[in-house]
C-alpha cells in the first residue's frame, strides 16, 4: 500500500513525459520525455524545491521511448527515437552506445546492430 502523506509533485517541463523508472532501491527516479531531457531525481539529496540534480539531453534531438534501472541501480538503459540505444552509469553519464546497424547489408546475419528505431529495450536477468 502506497502511502499518501508522503505525496510530492516533480516538474519535469511543459512537455509530455514518455517514460519514467524507479531505482530498485526507492532512492532515485529518472524521467524524460518529449523535450529530449533526461532528469534524474534523488529523494535522499532533494530540498524543498524538489529539483532534478541533474537534466542531460543523451540522445540529441530524438524523444527517450524507454527508460530502465538495471537490477542493481548502478547503470540506466536509455531507448530514444534512433537505432542506437545508450547505456548511462547512475549519475548520467555515458557507459556504451549501441552500434547502428548498416541499412544496406542485405543478409542480416552479418549485420551488427539495429537498423531502425528501437522502441524498448530491457536489461537480461542475469
Not at 12 to 27: V, Y
Not at 39 to 56: T, V
Not at 108 to 126: E, I, L, T
Amino acid at each position: 500500500k502506497i502511502p499518501r502523506s508522503h505525496e510530492i509533485k516533480l516538474e519535469h517541463g511543459s512537455k509530455a513525459i514518455t517514460s519514467l523508472a524507479l531505482d530498485p532501491a526507492g532512492a532515485r527516479v529518472i524521467s524524460g520525455g518529449v523535450d529530449y531531457d533526461l532528469k534524474l531525481w534523488d529523494f535522499a539529496g532533494m530540498d524543498p524545491s524538489l529539483r532534478s540534480f541533474r537534466k542531460i539531453r543523451p540522445c540529441e534531438s530524438h524523444v527517450l521511448n524507454h527508460l530502465e534501472y538495471s537490477t542493481t541501480g548502478d547503470k540506466i538503459l536509455v531507448v530514444a527515437g534512433n537505432s542506437q540505444p545508450k547505456v548511462l552509469d547512475r549519475d548520467g553519464g555515458e557507459l556504451f552506445e549501441c552500434v547502428k546497424g548498416d541499412q544496406y547489408v542485405l543478409d542480416q546475419s552479418r549485420n551488427k546492430g539495429h537498423k531502425a528505431q528501437v522502441n524498448c529495450g530491457a536489461w537480461h536477468p542475469k
